[in-house]
């Protein structure tokens, strides 16, 4: 008998990113902070999954009914802004950015529901790892074979190389292909912030290198007895930087980085 350890790619790229993190939200179990930026996501996602939604499919929107939906939504996810001007300053955003998806992906474009939305799987990987997930949308293309769809509203852009390289698509890839017994020929991030569509492809080969990384990964998750912290680009924003014993570093490479932008 072997332990294997259930882990969605979120919760792996936690522990990438610092073991300390990772330890107080899944071994001590201190619930996260409310933040803007988690209801403005979910937010985002569901009002794509009440237009796509097979189960419930609908006309071809109108950029007003899209709009109603994100408000309906959008009033039932009101954590973590602070705020009155914070939650409108997100609103106007979630509105800029579904007015830019609505001109390029809906108005002059065939509409139609997707295949599936927030589809689960749970799959095997290596020795060590269950891996579970999520997937935003799969549509179902005219030759029969079919597209992953991820949407991310996050600043920061994606370069090509990112998302070819994207370990995140290469599980949803391997689920798709092996758990839903769909053929993936293409699968696609949106970055709903930078108005762009980001595509690319996967091959059987891929699915090899993932399995070993997070089969490495999971072994040393399930070995962890430090959790020491590790300075990474989330740092700013994490719920116990006031007692890590990296946050004199952390804050100061903040103001060093504050000072660079005068």
């Known amino acids: ?20 993190a990772y330890g107080r939200l899944y071994i001590q179990r201190i619930p996260p902070k409310p ?24 006309e071809k929107p109108s950029l007003e009914e899209v709009l109603r939906i994100f408000e309906e939504v959008r009033m039932t996810h009101r954590e973590g802004y602070g705020t009155a001007e914070a939650e409108e ?22 509409f139609r529901p997707a295949h599936s939305i927030e589809d689960y ?37 994606r370069s090509q190389e990112e998302v070819d390289k994207d370990k995140q698509l290469s599980i949803y890839y391997w689920a798709c292909e092996d758990t839903m017994n769909l053929r993936i020929s293409k699968l696609s991030l949106f970055m709903l912030d930078h108005d ?5 492809t996967r091959t059987r080969d891929s699915i090899k290198k993932v399995v070993e990384h997070v089969d490495e ?20 924003s994490c719920d116990h930087l006031h007692d890590c014993p990296l946050k004199d570093e952390i804050m100061a490479d903040q103001n060093l980085i504050s000072m660079k932008k005068f």
Request: charged share 30%; with cysteine; hydrophobic share 30%.
């Open 121 to 157: 799987f749970e799959i095997p990987c290596g020795k060590y790892a269950v891996m579970t997930g999520f997937i935003d949308r799969i549509d179902r293309l005219p030759d029969g074979t079919y597209e992953i769809l991820d949407y991310k509203t996050e600043p920061t852009m």
């Open 1 to 20: 008998f072997r332990k294997r350890i259930r882990l969605s790619y979120s919760k792996m790229g936690l522990y990438e990113n610092c073991p300390r």
């Open 196 to 200: 762009a569509k980001i595509e690319t």
């Open 89 to 110: 300053k997100y609103r106007q955003d979630g509105i800029r950015q579904l007015k830019m998806y609505y001109e390029r992906f809906i108005r002059n474009c065939e």
């Open 35 to 58: 933040q803007p930026f988690f209801s403005f996501g979910t937010t985002i996602h569901e009002t794509f999954e009440n237009i796509y939604d097979p189960a419930h499919p609908i």
């Open 217 to 236: 990964i999971a072994w040393r998750m399930i070995n962890e007895k430090e959790f020491k912290p590790k300075k990474n680009k989330y740092c700013k």
